[in-house]
């Protein structure tokens, strides 16, 4: 079975038909380590759909200290949801932190999908709903844990990120020093 296709039905059936139909509004893309998906300031005109890989969506603040907000690996979604949504600059930039094989789709296309569809617009609602969740939970534990809570649970959602991401990268998506990670880690 192709994965789209699996990950997709983890949230309602489809046939054959319907399934071949949503892949003809998909392209695939390849990117290389360290290449970007998005760069601050440009239009997010595509959400991405990780097959293979692991990416990093962030910004660079004022003094050139970078802020990761999300990591991607696979079957996850990314792009810069405001700027793909309201279709606008971008406030984060998205790229490789490993050779990544994804599928695209285009504003337009998921646009004509969802009206077509009404199956891919319960989907989207239902992903869009799991990833607000989301969010809200990165949140309330930046805000309510110390570092140490932040990072145990990090390390247990995802166990495999460690593996694949420099602890630099982990620090920044924390919130901490790299020094700070190196004493948890300890």
Not at 1 to 12: N, V
Request: hydrophobic share 35%; aromatic share 10%; glycine share 4%.
């Amino acid at each position: 079975m192709h994965p789209l296709r699996q990950h997709i039905e983890e949230i309602i059936d489809l046939t054959d038909q319907e399934f071949d139909f949503i892949l003809n509004h998909f392209e695939k893309v390849s990117k290389r380590k360290h290449q970007y998906l998005l760069q601050e300031g440009d239009i997010a005109n595509k959400e991405y759909w990780i097959v293979k890989g692991c990416l990093k969506s962030y910004f660079i603040d004022d003094d050139g200290k970078e802020h990761i907000l999300q990591f991607g690996m696979e079957n996850w979604w990314i792009t810069d949801y405001e700027s793909f949504v309201k279709q606008i600059k971008s406030k984060t930039s998205i790229d490789c932190i490993e050779d990544s094989e994804l599928l695209s789709i285009s504003f337009e296309n998921r646009d004509k999908l969802t009206a077509q569809m009404h199956k891919m617009e319960r989907f989207w609602a239902k992903k869009s709903k799991i990833g607000r969740i989301a969010l809200q939970n990165r949140v309330l534990s930046l805000l309510k844990n110390s570092a140490k809570e932040r990072y145990d649970l990090l390390l247990e959602q995802y166990p495999r990120l460690f593996q694949r991401v420099p602890k630099k990268m982990i620090a920044s998506y924390l919130g901490v020093s790299r020094e700070t990670l190196s004493r948890l880690n300890a």
